[in-house]
């Protein structure tokens, strides 16, 4: 079948959206680190809208870098950078072509033209999606972890970065002895305050290599917050039958996704940006209560279904939403503990978000994979779960469905399902994880040891009774009578 690309963009059937502007005068302004399924479907949407614009600058084209694999170059490179995202819901799939997305370079097979596209001048903003684990910082307190590999690699030979933290502070230091005006650092991570974060492991960085340095990029470098919104699940070969079906021409990554989307960002951008406030985006000064919303209520629920619902059997999201008791426990979980938690953001209904949020789970044709949000717990439960327990604790409130969720990742990292079946723990942390769950036998021991596990819960979570008790509690439900029943059991005694 012949492949997408500038030249078949022309013939592609009239519903198919693609890009309103010029490319061969494209221009990159923006290097993003983490090319992967959400930065394609989120912020290269974005963009590719906003460089649609009536008399829009062209000079926001994007340079995807892959920081290891080359697949994702591999598959856009014979397509000129283009890509369809198929949007899906109950009522059909719509697709798009994106042309925002220049190239794609691959550090792993070396830095330098990595390098030389984070030093030009025309770039001016550097944007990132890297995963959690992928800012090499330890998650309970979000400092830089000094002991991880590739932290320690990157300060042994800084001209060869292999890590994003390495690559940012490289390319802002040949910058600054270049003469050439920083870029703005615009982290799309859910990370806690992730722009201060970033700022905060970039300056520890520095600051071990040459504290001048560092003192450079505190005077001169922004990090805006923001707040990132839209789920994006791995594309299937199912998924690239369905774009090569619309399209009539084959795409070798297409990424599906929900039709919401939402992008609150701190307008903290020292040389420029795309008009993103026009096409969607909010800009505002202080994302806090945004993301804290974001993270708790979409994010702290996604992991506790993705945890028990791995657990239970079920596949997707949209499958454990189906499940009537499932479904109740979530919203339970979001109003009566999750929400109370989060000062409500401007103009934000919060029971309305809330509702809406139970849609997006739901939605019966994105086949979101509860293992694939079980992945990398250990970078996500803190910001998720934990923070909003503290909350709880400190103000002398219950919370039985935050226990219930931790004691289900509790359980999943154990690394045996509820059918004595391996399940296989895609975790950085999944071997310590898996040695703490095996140093004793008993559930309390079990739970004990892995809340012992600083990096995750800090030094408070595991000495408190009233976070230990009832996350235990829930543990030994869930390994004598399974998710399912916990489950039903919980929905059975509490009011509807
Ligand atoms: C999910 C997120 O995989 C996960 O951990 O919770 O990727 C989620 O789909 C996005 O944050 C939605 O914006």
Redesign the pocket.
């Known amino acids: 079948m012949t492949r997408l690309d500038n030249g078949t963009l022309a013939s592609l059937p009239g519903s198919v959206r693609r890009p309103a502007y010029d490319r061969a005068h494209l221009q990159t302004g923006i290097v993003h680190l983490g090319i992967g399924n ?1 930065h394609r479907a989120h912020q290269a949407e974005f963009t590719d809208d906003a460089l649609g614009l009536p008399g829009a600058s062209l000079e926001w084209g994007i340079t995807g870098v892959s920081l290891r694999s080359p697949s994702v170059r591999d598959a856009l490179l014979p397509q000129d950078g283009l890509y369809t995202v198929v949007q899906r819901d109950g009522s059909g799939a719509r697709a798009r072509v994106i042309g925002s997305v220049r190239q794609v370079l691959v550090n792993q097979e070396g830095p330098a033209a990595v390098l030389d596209a984070m030093t030009d001048p025309g770039v001016r903003i550097v944007s990132l999606t890297v995963t959690e684990k992928g800012y090499c910082h330890d998650p309970a307190t979000g400092d830089l972890d000094e002991s991880h590999p590739a932290i320690v690699a990157d300060l042994a030979h800084p001209d060869r970065p292999g890590s994003a933290i390495g690559l940012l502070v490289e390319a802002l230091d040949r910058r600054r002895r270049s003469g050439i005006p920083p870029f703005t650092v615009l982290t799309c991570d ?1 990370l806690p305050s992730n722009g201060d974060t970033v700022r905060k492991l970039l300056l520890r960085f520095a600051e071990l290599r040459d504290p001048g340095l560092a003192r450079w990029i505190d005077d001169t470098v922004t990090f805006p917050n923001t707040m ?5 699940p791995a594309t299937t070969d199912a998924d690239r039958a369905e774009a090569a079906g619309i399209l009539g021409v084959e795409d070798a990554w297409p990424v599906a996704a929900e039709p919401f989307r939402q992008w609150v960002i701190e307008d903290r951008f020292t040389a420029g940006r795309p008009q993103w406030e026009r096409v969607g985006a909010q800009l505002v000064d202080d994302v806090a209560p945004f993301e804290l919303m ?1 993270l708790r209520l ?2 702290g629920s ?2 506790t279904l993705a945890y028990l619902g791995v657990l239970a059997g079920h596949e997707t999201v949209d499958a454990v939403m189906a499940v009537p008791s499932f479904a109740r426990l979530i919203r339970s979980l979001m109003a009566d503990e999750l929400a109370p938690t989060v000062p409500p953001p401007p103009d934000t209904d919060m029971a309305a978000y809330q509702v809406a949020l139970c849609e997006r789970f739901a939605n019966p044709a994105l086949k ?1 994979r509860t293992r ?2 079980a ?1 990398d717990g250990s970078q ?1 439960l803190p910001q998720r779960l934990l923070e909003p327990a503290r909350d709880r604790l400190d103000g002398g409130q219950p919370l039985p469905l935050i226990a219930l969720g931790v004691a289900a990742w509790c359980r999943y990292v154990g690394g045996v399902d509820e059918a004595g079946q391996p399940i296989k723990v895609d975790d950085p942390l999944a071997d310590r994880l898996r040695a703490a769950s095996d140093s004793a036998n008993d559930p309390a021991g079990k739970v004990a040891a892995l809340l012992a596990v600083q990096e995750v819960f800090g030094t408070d979570l595991g000495r408190s009774d009233e976070f230990v008790g009832p996350v235990t509690k829930a543990y030994e439900n869930l390994v004598t009578n399974g998710a399912s029943a916990t489950v039903e059991a919980w929905a059975a005694q509490s009011q509807p």
């Open positions: 959400f859910n990132v919104d839209r789920i994006v974001k979409l994010n996604h992991s979101h694939q949000i992945m996500k």
